[in-house]
Each structure stands twice: as C-alpha cells, then as structure tokens.
C-alpha cells in the first residue's frame, strides 16, 4: 500500500527502498544516511482532517478519470481481520442494511486500485472504526455510519469526513470497554438503533441487492 501511493507522489529521480524488518533477523539493523528529512504532521493527534491543497492532489493523482456513478452502498465487513472489533451479530446487520440496498465487502480481498474504484462511485458507507474508512477519501458528498465496539468514539474518521464534506454520524456498541482488548474487542450491534439511525439518515432503496 505504501509502495502504491509512494510511486504517485514521488518524483520520478526517487528510488523507494524498502528496508528488511529486523525482527525477522534477529539483530537490529543500523544505516549511514547522507540525509534524513522528516515531513511534518499535517494534523493533531486523532484527527484526520486533510486540507483542501492536499485533497486536491490526492483528487488529481488517484481518481478514476470518469463521471461519478455514485450507486454503491457500501458496508465494510471486518470477520477477515485476525478477529479485531468484529461485530458478533453481522448477519442480523447485514439482513437489515439489505434493506436501503447495502452491500457487503471484505477490503482484504481487493486491490487498492479495486478498493478506489468502488468508494469513487459510493453514495453510503458504513463500518466499523478502523483504517477501511480510509477510503472515504475517494468519495464525494457521502453518508458515513462508522460504528464504534465501545461507549466513546475516537474521531479520526468524523474530522477525515468533516473535511472531505461528507455527512457523518455514529453508533456505539453496547459492550464495555475491555482493558484487555482494547480498542480490537468484538461487539454487538444494537439493530434497533441502527434502524433508527438509518430511518433518519437515508431512505431504503427498492429492487435487488446482492449479499
């Protein structure tokens, strides 16, 4: 993934090298460098608001040179990932979001370019906290649910939104926090105030949808 935004960004006189993981070695690993240089943070810790200049570039160099379609609802499935904040009632949700024409995607499975391609065209988005909402970046106008395993909410992805123009909103499961796990516990989803909040967020969408 880095390798993929590196090689857009970069000048073409810059080699991108990527060093061994010297855990794999056991012994830590040492370089001579001619020069370091460190880019500063674009933002504050758990914010993720980008500014205009930076959007725009991201806009120019990654999107699909294409109309919008704007026709994908989309729902985030997380049950590939090594057992992290998944949602233990996922099949209730996913009957439910079927409703206002949600589909189901495992982003493990897709290639970043497969991944822009679909977010370009999104109207919806809905997922669990994590860095699949990162794809937001690619949207245009959306709705965002982002749903939260915990009774608080870490904002990266409300202020990613707030910059992008997107309409956001939020669900916290119904678990307490387990020190143990940390911000990866698995969760329930309350169904009812989830139908709530898509009752009031958007309206259901007529014909078929596949799961």
């Known amino acids: 993934m880095e390798s993929f935004y590196l090689s857009q960004f970069l ?3 810059i ?3 990527q060093v061994p993981d010297s855990t794999y070695i056991n012994q830590p690993l040492l370089f001579r460098l001619e020069k370091l240089i460190l880019s500063k943070f674009l933002n504050h810790n758990f914010s993720g608001f980008i500014p205009n200049s930076y959007r725009n570039q991201i806009f120019t160099r990654f999107l699909p040179q294409r109309p919008r379609i704007k026709n994908k609802r989309i729902f985030i499935s997380r049950r590939q990932a090594y057992n992290q904040r998944h949602i233990i009632n996922e099949a209730e949700v996913i009957q439910t979001l079927a409703i206002y024409g949600f589909e189901v995607y495992t982003l493990e499975k897709m290639s970043i370019n497969e991944q822009i391609e679909l977010f370009y065209d999104a109207d919806a988005v809905i997922a669990t906290h994590g860095a699949g909402l990162t794809n937001i970046l690619f949207c245009e106008h ?3 649910l982002e749903l939260f395993p915990y009774p608080f909410i870490i904002p990266y992805f409300y202020y990613l939104a ?5 309409r956001y909103q939020y669900l916290c499961g119904n678990g307490e926090y387990d020190a ?7 969760f329930v989803v ?3 105030q989830l139908q709530n909040i898509l009752e009031s967020f958007m309206a259901p969408k007529i014909g078929e949808h596949t799961l």
């Open 11 to 13: 000048l073409p006189n």
């Open 15 to 17: 080699q991108i090298c």
């Open 142 to 144: 959306v709705k965002v």
């Open 162 to 166: 707030k910059s992008m123009g997107h």
């Open 180 to 186: 143990t796990q940390g911000w990866n516990s698995n």
């Open 190 to 192: 309350d169904i009812l």
